[in-house]
């Protein structure tokens, strides 16, 4: 039975140091967005129609074979909350993992513009995603994103039995990841670090 947590969150608001926290916590195996984002990318060439469909296979078979192998996964995610297929998309990936014996949490993170735009140029989101070494087109995507799409639920809006929104402004990963730990009442598996964070 395979567990997933996906954090969730508008740009630069920190999804990935904090799935990293988690996995290293947990010990769960990690799929940032970006992981088969740069992959396709470089294959197929940025935002092409081969590049879509590779970035979406990619994702679609890491899923499945989390399910039929048992691992534990984190990923991250980008969710336009006003539209109906993006919650079309999750309900299935919680479907996916429930429906064959695991759990399915959802976390979102939200931190204000002022410090998006400070995390969006840090030398560690540099080197992890090569899309984002533009910081021109990097902070216009990020802005042009947050005027025109609801990046984070609204108050007292729940779509999951496991759903969990921390404002991490002020907060440290850590932190953050101790309070989704606490909150879903996660365990920690017993793995060797090489099957679920080798070459980090």
């Known amino acids: 039975m395979a567990n997933l947590i996906v954090v969730c969150g508008p740009q630069a608001v920190g999804k990935m140091v904090v ?23 470089r294959i197929f060439g940025f935002a092409t129609p081969a590049q879509r469909e590779f970035n979406r296979y990619f994702r679609e078979k890491a899923f499945e074979l989390a ?8 990923f991250t995610y980008v969710c336009a909350f006003e539209m109906q297929e993006e919650r079309d998309y999750l309900t299935s990936l919680q479907e996916l993992f429930t429906q064959n014996g695991g759990e399915f949490y959802f976390m979102e993170l939200k931190a204000d513009l002022e410090t998006r735009l400070k995390r969006n140029e840090t030398a ?23 005027n025109n799409h609801r990046l984070n639920s609204e108050d007292g809006e729940v779509w999951f039995e496991h759903h969990l929104k921390i404002d991490n402004t002020a907060l440290e990963p850590d932190e953050v990841a101790d309070k989704v730990i606490e909150a879903f009442g996660l365990k920690a598996n017993d793995k060797p670090e090489k099957e679920y964070r080798y070459g980090v």
């Open 19 to 41: 799935a990293e926290s988690l996995r290293d916590k947990l010990k769960y195996n990690l799929m940032i967005n970006h992981d088969s984002l740069e992959v396709s990318d």
């Open 67 to 74: 399910v039929k192998h048992n691992v534990d996964l984190i």
């Open 124 to 146: 560690y989101r540099m080197e992890r995603k090569a899309s984002k070494r533009d910081l021109e087109w990097s902070r216009s995507n990020l802005l042009n994103d947050t």
